[in-house]
C-alpha cells in the first residue's frame, strides 16, 4: 500500500447494514445524517481539489456503512461518480469499506469494474461467540472467506478489528490478530471499543452488563497486538477512533477513546523495553537512555510518566534520556554511573 495517500472521506453510515451492532452508531461516528448520493461524491471530490496534497496521491474513501450490502443500483451511482473523477484524473484510486458477508463474486466483478483498488473488511473479531455477543451477523469463517476472495480477485485488503468487545478476553483479541495476519492482509486497523450514547452497548453498560474496556485497557493490549503485526510486515495504519468534535464532546460516554491513543501505545511498547534494559541496574544508578529524535517523547511519555515511572521501579538517582542514533522503536543504554561517576555495574557506554 502507498505510504503516502490523501484520503477524501464519503460516508454512507447505516446503509445495507443487515443487522445492528451492539458498539455501532455509524450517524454518530461519521457526523453525516442522510445517505450519500452521487453530488455528495463530487462535492468532496471538488472541495479537496482546492487543498494542498504535497504530492501525495488522492484516494476516494467510501466509509461509515456495508457499501457492498447497499442495494447494486446505489452502489454504481456512487462508483460511477467516483470513477469518472478518476478518468478526469482529480483523483487516484478508490477503496471502500463493508462487512465479510457482503462480498461475493458477482459484487467483486463489480468493483474491478468501476476502478476500486482497495477493500475493507470489518472482521472485529475471529471469536464466534465475541462476534454473536457483539450483533455482528456473521461468523470467523465468513470473514477468512471474504478476506482469500478479495485477494484472488486483485484488490488491497485492508482488516479491521476490535478489542474489548462483550465477550472478549486479551487472550481472543492475540488469537484474533494471529489469524488476521495468517490472511496476508496490507494493512490492518485496530479500534478498541469506544462506548458511544445512543448505541446498545451505551444501555448494556449503563445496566452493568458490561464491563468498560478503558484506555488502560486499550493501550495494554494493543502494546501486544502491535508488535505481531508489525514483525508480520503488516502495517496498523490506525488505531483507535479518529477524533471527531461529537465523540470528544461527550458522544463517547465511556471506553477507549483517547485522541492520541496511538502515541500511548507507542509510548507503552517503549517503556517495556526500557524495563528490559534496566533490569539488573544498580539502585542508586545515574542512568541515561539513548532513542532516536522521532521516539524521544514516546520514551519519555507524557508529563514524563515514563520515565517517573522507570526511576521509582528501579530505585535510580537519576534517569535521562538523549537523542541517540538508533533504529525506530529502539532503545540504547548509553550510561550508567554510580554517585560518585564511575561506571556501575549491570551497564556502560
Not at 468493483?111 to 471469536?127: K, N, W
Not at 463517547?252 to 477513546?257: K, R, S
Not at 530505585?315 to 554511573?337: H, N, Q
Amino acid at each position: 500500500m502507498s505510504a503516502r495517500a490523501s484520503i477524501i472521506p464519503v460516508f454512507v453510515p447505516h446503509l445495507g447494514c443487515p443487522h445492528a451492532c451492539v458498539f455501532c452508531d455509524q450517524r454518530r461516528i461519521s457526523g453525516a445524517v442522510r445517505p450519500a448520493s452521487a453530488e455528495d461524491v463530487k462535492n468532496a471530490i471538488r472541495k479537496a481539489a482546492a487543498l494542498p496534497c504535497n504530492g501525495a496521491k488522492r484516494q476516494l474513501a467510501f466509509y461509515g456503512g456495508s457499501f457492498t450490502a447497499i442495494p447494486a443500483s446505489r452502489q454504481e451511482e456512487l462508483l460511477a461518480a467516483a470513477a469518472e473523477a478518476a478518468a478526469r484524473g482529480e483523483i487516484d484510486s478508490i477503496r471502500l469499506s463493508t462487512r465479510p458477508d457482503a462480498i461475493d463474486g458477482e459484487t467483486l466483478a463489480r468493483l474491478r469494474r468501476f476502478g476500486v483498488e482497495t477493500i475493507e473488511l470489518g472482521a472485529q473479531s475471529m471469536d464466534d461467540e465475541v462476534l454473536r455477543l457483539s450483533g455482528r451477523g456473521h461468523t470467523a469463517e465468513d470473514v477468512e472467506r471474504a478476506a482469500r476472495a478479495v485477494r484472488a480477485a486483485g484488490f488491497a485488503l485492508v482488516l479491521q478489528m476490535m478489542t474489548g468487545l462483550p465477550g472478549d478476553t486479551p487472550e481472543k483479541d492475540l488469537e484474533t490478530a494471529r489469524r488476521l495476519i495468517a490472511l496476508d492482509p496490507d494493512g490492518v486497523r485496530i479500534y478498541p471499543t469506544v462506548i458511544v450514547r445512543g448505541t446498545e452497548l451505551y444501555d448494556r453498560w449503563q445496566k452493568g452488563e458490561y464491563r468498560e474496556h478503558t484506555v488502560e485497557d486499550a493501550v495494554e493490549i494493543c502494546a501486544k497486538l502491535l508488535p505481531l503485526f508489525e514483525d508480520a510486515g503488516i502495517p496498523v495504519i490506525r488505531l483507535g477512533l479518529n477524533p471527531t468534535e461529537k465523540l470528544s464532546g461527550g458522544e463517547a460516554a465511556g471506553g477507549a477513546y483517547h485522541p492520541a491513543l496511538g502515541e500511548l501505545v507507542r509510548s507503552r511498547i517503549l517503556l517495556e523495553k526500557a524495563r528490559a534494559l534496566l533490569a539488573g541496574v544498580p539502585a542508586g544508578s545515574r542512568v541515561t537512555l539513548g532513542a532516536s529524535p522521532q521516539t524521544l517523547s514516546q520514551v519519555i511519555g507524557q508529563k514524563r510518566k515514563n520515565l517517573r515511572l522507570l526511576q521509582k521501579e528501579f530505585s535510580l538517582a537519576e534517569l535521562r534520556v538523549r537523542p541517540a542514533v538508533t533504529g525506530a522503536g529502539e532503545i540504547l543504554l548509553l550510561k550508567t554511573e554510580d554517585d560518585h561517576g564511575a561506571p556501575a555495574g549491570g551497564g556502560g557506554e
